[in-house]
């Protein structure tokens, strides 16, 4: 079953509230969709929560980023959570839009 929500990052500020991935499943792995909004004033990255600290998400050693009304889809996370940063104070609110669904 997916679900679908939102994750906003305040005007003015750099980081996202989080999206709890713990409860999904005894595994936790879970695949998630999420789409940018039409603005943004920074460099947006996605950040897991391992172990109780926040970190850059990479693939091949480079950041991951989400540009302007683009999507993007991370396979198979078993972090407890995400969010987004914004590598600059955002000049309004900024709301990514996702979807995620247990992956057995």
């Known amino acids: 079953m997916a679900r679908s929500g939102s994750l906003v990052i305040l005007s ?38 391992i172990n109780g600290s926040w970190y850059t998400h990479q693939s091949g050693g480079a950041d991951i980023t989400l540009g302007v009304d683009k999507s993007l889809t991370l396979d198979k996370i078993t972090a407890t959570s995400l969010r987004m940063k914004s590598s600059g104070a955002e000049g309004g609110d900024r709301t990514f839009n996702y979807e995620w669904a247990a992956a057995f």
């Not at 879970?30 to 039409?38: E, F, K, L, T, Y």
């Open 12 to 49: 003015t500020a750099t980081e996202s509230d989080e999206l709890d991935l713990s409860p999904q499943s005894v595994r936790r792995i879970v695949n998630v969709s999420i789409g940018a909004p039409a603005a943004l004033t920074g460099t947006i990255t996605i950040q897991l929560k």
